[in-house]
């Protein structure tokens, strides 16, 4: 699976957009970019993942380049819970046997009052 | 998604001894998986494990230290044998989701060996 690089940590304040970017430039055609949170004590929570199109869910939206070598994730208001590591993980998609995901240090997003 | 329990969710264990951590899952799923998560570091994952077949260890796990069973498709347990104190971490079962794109993870057992 391709290497992806996080910042260590970023600041977020209440009620605005966090954006979280990840780089991942050599990513292959059929790996799937997959973003994951894990919230102090808790057990990793799946976000959101593409493949090429940006795609947006109800907890946030994924913006990958047009050479897909960087995604951004987006968390439009943010709130205090939204407190906890991110990890922006590549790998195939579905289907095959390469279900496994790496996981990275991701990046620390602490959302300020 | 898949509802995840664990049994215990946290132990204190002394070293020698060897501790069985379960996880159920509310529906049938093919693949389970479980990762490691020591102290202040990300996730490792140990092994995965398919229903009715041998666990798939990951390069630095071995069976002896972490043997796995997988008896039904909404069951699984690790146990980790002859602990250190090097085995204080947190330990996660998951999922694969229906769509087979994303994964759940359990809550997580906290283990300290003593």
């Known amino acids: 699976d391709a290497k992806t690089t996080q910042p260590t940590s970023m600041d977020c304040a209440e009620g605005r957009a966090a954006n979280l970017p990840c780089n991942h430039s050599t990513i292959s055609g059929n790996e799937y970019v997959y973003w994951y949170r894990q919230i102090h004590s808790q057990g990793p929570q799946y976000i959101i993942h593409?493949?090429?199109n940006n795609e947006t869910n109800e907890m946030a939206s994924l913006i990958i380049t047009e050479d897909r070598k960087s995604s951004t994730l987006i968390l439009p208001h943010a709130t205090l819970r939204d407190t906890a590591v991110y990890y922006c993980i590549v790998r195939v998609g579905s289907g095959g046997s390469n279900y496994k995901l790496t996981f990275g240090k991701g990046t620390l997003l602490t959302v300020n009052p | 998604s898949a509802v995840i329990s664990q049994k215990p969710s946290r132990d204190i264990c002394q070293r020698g001894t060897s501790l069985t951590i379960q996880c159920q899952v509310d529906?049938?799923?093919?693949?389970m998986f479980w990762y490691r998560q020591q102290p202040g570091q990300s996730l490792t994952l140990i092994a995965t494990?398919?229903?009715?077949?041998?666990?798939?260890?990951e390069s630095g796990f071995v069976i002896d230290k972490f043997p796995i069973s997988r008896p039904n498709l909404t069951f699984s347990t690790l146990t980790v044998s002859n602990m250190s104190p090097e085995d204080s971490s947190i330990y996660l079962c998951s999922v694969d989701g229906t769509s087979g794109t994303e994964q759940y993870f359990g809550p997580g057992t906290r283990l300290t060996v003593t």
């Open positions: 593409g493949l090429k």
């Open positions: 494990a398919n229903q009715g077949s041998e666990a798939t260890y």
């Open positions: 529906s049938q799923v093919t693949m």
